[in-house]
């Protein structure tokens, strides 16, 4: 894929989790909603392939007090980082081998949250060729805190990723915030290879989680 928009993430780091174009943005938020982003881990803006044929678009990662217990493993920054940079284009969260663990042991929550999500894909498909984008790149302590926030910079370059996916005809799975994502991205209203998953709080790619023939849609995009 040939980007027209720079890659913001490029220079994060543990030390500097705010992608340079957010953070005028950011910086002017009041402290009450500034508070409610947890700036110690990195951000999690996207996972997988961007030339894969399905897409995802979904809410935004979560604050949990765990995560705190992996800033300091040199393969947190480093596995996330990658992703950050298409330097690994499979899904960080569903790879067999779970490299981001802590000093017990223990994997990155994000194994199990969507490992679990994607279990009866992953028995049919094995490892999915897939490319999630997150509504708010940042974890944030609830799920709706990002709305009070907008728009930010870094999004125009996952926005153009959504573009060229619509021009290119691949299926797109709205998981989370439909009305959001069709004010973001217009386009996506009239869009006719969208699959709206039956819960957007239960958010399981399973074939009784979507309506009558999108499993197979699905299974025949992977």
């Keep these: 894929m040939i980007h027209s928009i720079p890659n913001p993430w490029t220079n994060i780091t543990i030390k500097d989790t705010i992608a340079d174009c957010d953070k005028p943005l950011i910086?002017?938020?009041?402290?009450?909603?500034q508070s409610r982003i947890e700036k110690r881990t990195l951000p999690e803006p996207y996972h997988g392939n961007p030339?894969?044929?399905?897409y995802l678009l979904?809410?935004?990662?979560?604050?949990?007090?765990?995560?705190?217990?992996?800033?300091?493993?040199?393969?947190?920054e480093k596995e996330i980082k990658d992703e950050l940079l298409h330097i690994n284009t499979d899904?960080?969260?569903?790879?067999?081998?779970?490299?981001?663990?802590?000093?017990?042991?223990?994997?990155?929550?994000?194994?199990?949250?969507?490992?679990?999500?994607?279990?009866?894909?992953?028995a049919?498909?094995?490892?999915?060729?897939?490319?999630?984008?997150?509504?708010?790149?940042?974890?944030?302590?609830?799920?709706n805190d990002f709305k009070a926030i907008g728009t930010l910079p870094s999004d125009q370059y996952t926005n153009e990723m959504i573009e060229d996916a619509i021009d290119s005809g691949k299926l797109i799975i709205l998981m989370r915030c439909k009305s959001y994502w069709h004010d973001r991205v217009p386009r996506l209203k009239e869009y006719d290879n969208v699959i709206e998953l039956n819960s957007n709080q239960s958010v399981y790619l399973t074939h009784g989680n979507m309506p009558s023939t999108s499993w197979e849609k699905l299974l025949a995009n992977i």
């Design 27 to 33: 910086n002017s938020l009041p402290e009450r909603i």
């Design 51 to 54: 030339d894969a044929s399905v």
């Design 58 to 76: 979904n809410g935004n990662p979560l604050a949990n007090a765990h995560d705190l217990r992996y800033i300091t493993v040199p393969a947190y």
């Design 91 to 122: 899904f960080l969260w569903l790879r067999t081998k779970e490299t981001i663990v802590d000093a017990s042991g223990v994997p990155y929550p994000g194994y199990n949250y969507w490992k679990d999500r994607t279990k009866q894909l992953r």
């Design 124 to 143: 049919v498909k094995g490892m999915p060729n897939l490319f999630c984008i997150e509504a708010f790149p940042y974890h944030t302590l609830h799920t």
